[in-house]
């Protein structure tokens, strides 16, 4: 019974893998479509294609470790984590200010297809 489970298990994890694989390269070539378009909203056979951009911050760790107020923060941390932060500046452990130069703000594309 478990052989059989742990053998779909594996299957399905390749499957998971090539599905991955095949949606990336579909993104990919929609949103350079898209870019070479000039546009970042279409319509096409049914379906709404819109394209996102969104700013995520990086954090250098050495550098966030240095701004940090005390070591017992950055143990709460243990390494940068975005959303973690976020929560503690919210919770005024740490201020925006004091962190300002320890990360590089990327865009992001994101891809939304939905039906019409």
């Known amino acids: 019974m478990v052989d059989k489970k742990v053998k779909r298990y594996y299957q399905l994890k390749q499957k998971h893998k090539e599905i991955e694989q095949e949606l990336t390269e579909l993104r990919n070539d929609i949103t350079t479509y898209c870019t070479e378009q ?4 279409l319509e096409v056979g049914g379906h709404r294609v819109k394209i996102v951009f969104q700013e995520r911050k990086e954090y250098d760790d050495s550098k966030l470790y240095e701004a940090l107020p005390d070591s017992e923060v950055w143990r ?15 919770l005024n452990v ?20 939905d039906k019409k």
Not at 38 to 41: D, L, R, T
């Open 76 to 90: 709460m941390l243990s390494k940068s984590d975005s959303s973690k932060i976020t929560s503690l500046i919210k």
């Open 38 to 41: 000039g546009v970042s909203e």
């Open 94 to 113: 740490i201020s925006e200010e004091k962190i300002k130069d320890t990360f590089t703000v990327k865009t992001v594309m994101l891809l939304h297809v």
